[in-house]
């Protein structure tokens, strides 16, 4: 193997008297070597460097001992980090933490340490390894590198599984205070959190509506961490977790939150989880849908390049707004609204037709 180019991994940028030609391989090898950096921050995260970097400066030696890990490649991890912008190294050789890189930090406000993990690790990582097969056959080849698809693999590993909850609770957190001002709960006595993990969503209306009544529907093993934080939140007892399959049959309610569902799974078994929820809604319920919306389709790379995660990962996509419509409309939803939150997500509002 020839020696990296370890700044067009990081941050490919032109030098002096480079060309075009030359600007455009920079960009390209950066784009190579992306993964790279996408398993420096996961072993970061792993052996949790913000967290003992928190009180101040240290060696990488005095890491790792905290760590107990190898001294000469945490050190040559911790250098690495600092050149994608992780950790700053001072001339005495002691690394602290960067904003960015304390957000790799357990339990900090915004923190983003259980999303590195799960995207790095195998649930993830493998099937991404098989997109061009996946292009090919067109669907996910998830299966042949992880002996299930995505959910029935996380269901058989529990470590995994809680991480990838913690994630999505993460990544959640980031639009729940948006979705809580959008959202006019006048009138919701139960609103349904469908596959809402934690429930961090329903649990931030909540906090906001002193009356409403909360439910998660999900997986088992989400319920006793759903319930543990509505109990931090002293929510509890307005706060239910349901073990079931949406799928099969969703709790009856004036208001369902979908958010990041519908992008996992195929258009019919959207349909079936829309068509459940117009099933159990109560007379004047509402749906609110929270996905990357493909508004863009030139200009919206995040959501393709979630699109294609989807691809490698699952049997589902993401989707441009008029195929979201002819998913509501064969469940017997109609959109009636559309916001937009942050993060590049889109909120459509829907309300049941006849």
Not at 79 to 92: S, T
Not at 327 to 354: E, P, Y
């Amino acid at each position: 193997m020839g020696q990296p180019d370890t700044q067009a991994a990081s941050q490919p940028v032109a030098t002096a008297g480079a060309g075009p030609g030359d600007r455009d391989r920079l960009k390209l090898l950066g784009m190579i070597h992306g993964y790279w950096i996408s398993q420096v921050v996961r072993a970061a995260a792993d052996l949790r460097l913000a967290d003992h970097l928190a009180a101040g400066p240290l060696t990488a030696a005095e890491l790792a001992a905290r760590e107990s890990s190898n001294p000469d490649t945490t050190y040559r991890l911790m250098r690495a980090c600092a050149g994608i912008g992780l950790l700053a190294l001072d001339e005495d050789g002691h690394f602290s933490v960067t904003p960015s890189g304390s957000l790799l930090r357990t339990g900090a406000p915004g923190s983003l340490r259980d999303t590195a993990l799960v995207f790095g690790a195998p649930a993830h990582w493998l099937p991404w390894g098989r997109l061009p097969e996946a292009v090919r056959a067109g669907q996910t080849q998830a299966a042949a590198v992880l002996g299930a698809g995505l959910f029935d693999y996380l269901a058989s590993q529990p470590e995994e599984a809680a991480q990838f909850s913690a994630s999505m609770a993460e990544i959640t957190a980031t639009n729940a205070t948006d979705v809580a001002q959008v959202i006019d709960t006048a009138g919701v006595s139960i609103a349904v959190d469908v596959g809402g993990a934690t429930g961090e969503v329903v649990r931030e209306l909540m906090r906001a509506d002193g009356k409403l009544r909360g439910v998660v529907i999900d997986l088992p093993h989400t319920a006793a961490a759903a319930n543990q934080a509505a109990a931090e939140d002293g929510l509890a007892d307005r706060f239910a977790a349901v073990s079931g399959d949406f799928f099969a049959a969703v709790p009856g309610a004036d208001l369902y939150l979908l958010k990041a569902i519908l992008h996992d799974w195929d258009d019919a078994s959207c349909i079936r989880i829309l068509r459940n929820c117009r099933t159990a809604a109560r007379p004047g319920a509402r749906l609110m849908v929270i996905e990357n919306v493909i508004l863009d389709p030139a200009r919206d790379r995040f959501a393709a390049l979630l699109d294609m995660n989807m691809l490698a990962v699952s049997t589902g996509q993401e989707r441009e707004m008029a195929a979201y419509d002819e998913l509501l409309t064969a469940a017997g939803w109609k959109r009636t609204a559309v916001h937009s939150l942050s993060g590049g997500r889109t909120l459509i509002n829907a309300l049941t037709i006849g």
